[in-house]
């Protein structure tokens, strides 16, 4: 006869069925608690810095705000106060068409309605105009410059990579005269033309991301029969949709705060943009519409600002 076998003390490995015992897997010890960051000068320092540097950059809309929600011969009388003098939201009313001449002019306006709305439509097809333009063509350039094999290919991408020496500046005249010539002066059409097709950041930009893209995948549509045409459209492209909305974000918000080339082009409300008809001395309402015209841009950066820091990280550009 077989011998009872004894019970398994606590802590014992038990005995299997072949006479050989079973492992016991011990209870894991409890994981200490993280230790709390130490409060150093050198950490009260860097955060006193940054929310200083915060504040310095917040400071300006602070100021427009603190302004736009004044009257003008408040602003005269009090031109230091930090708070408004003689809170009103007349300066906004004034902007978006909704006071009288009477009120307006009580209030230290110009007395002259502004046509926010035709000039906010304007401001959108401008912006829209150049940003698909310069989506399509730079990705076009940028596929040709980093996936298609060409005689001079990297001479002329750095000849053409060369434009971002050039100040923006420098080439105002020079269209101006080529717009002219085309009879695209005032027209939304001759503000958005210089800019719709490329530039040199936006191909140097997704070039860099093309050429992380594997070669395997468009050898492989190559081999299903697909034209270098149909690899860019159907395979590049759908892969690049972040780098792309990326662009097209940043090439949105610069057209949209474009304003000495709307400036010189547009002369009558049919083209003038938000930006251009900002002049004059009515100070709370040159505050009022310029926070109206970048509070759009401010909520597109705000809720994109991640997926911008990301795409320009993994496109390699520092």
Request: charged share 10%; net charge neutral; proline share 8%.
């Amino acid at each position: 006869m077989n011998p009872t076998p004894a019970p398994a003390q606590p802590g014992s490995a038990a005995p299997s069925s072949t006479g050989a015992a079973a492992p016991v897997t011990a209870a894991p010890a409890d994981t200490p608690a993280p230790a709390r960051r130490r409060i150093t000068p050198g950490r009260l320092l860097a955060w006193a810095f940054l929310i200083a540097v915060v504040l310095v950059t917040l400071f300006p809309f602070y100021w427009m705000l603190r302004t736009a929600l004044s009257t003008n011969p408040g602003l005269q009388a009090d031109p230091s106060s930090w708070l408004p003098p003689e809170f009103t939201w007349g300066a906004f009313e004034r902007v978006l068409g909704m006071q009288s001449t009477e009120e307006a002019l009580a209030e230290g306006g110009s007395g002259t309605s502004l046509n926010f709305w035709r000039y906010l439509l304007n401001s959108v097809v401008v912006a829209t105009l150049i940003t698909a333009g310069q989506l399509l063509f730079s990705a076009m350039a940028a596929y040709a410059f980093s996936r298609l094999r060409w005689p001079g290919r990297d001479r002329m991408f750095a000849l053409f990579l060369a434009g971002l020496m050039v100040p923006a500046i420098f080439t105002l005249l020079p269209n101006f005269v080529l717009i002219k010539e085309l009879g695209l002066v005032d027209s939304m059409l001759g503000i958005a033309l210089p800019t719709m097709f490329m530039t040199p950041f936006a191909v140097f930009f997704l070039r860099q991301f093309f050429m992380n893209v594997p070669a395997e995948i468009e050898e492989a549509a190559l081999l299903d029969g697909v034209s270098k045409v149909g690899v860019f459209f159907r395979v590049i492209l759908p892969m690049s949709a972040a780098p792309m909305a990326t662009l097209g974000i940043l090439t949105y918000m610069t057209a949209w705060n474009d304003y000495f080339w709307p400036l010189m082009v547009s002369y009558t409300d049919a083209s003038r943009v938000l930006t251009s008809p900002q002049t004059g001395t009515d100070w709370a309402g040159l505050m009022a519409a310029t926070l109206i015209a970048a509070l759009p841009m401010i909520l597109l950066f705000a809720v994109f600002a991640k997926r911008v820091v990301n795409s320009i990280g993994f496109s390699g550009i520092k």
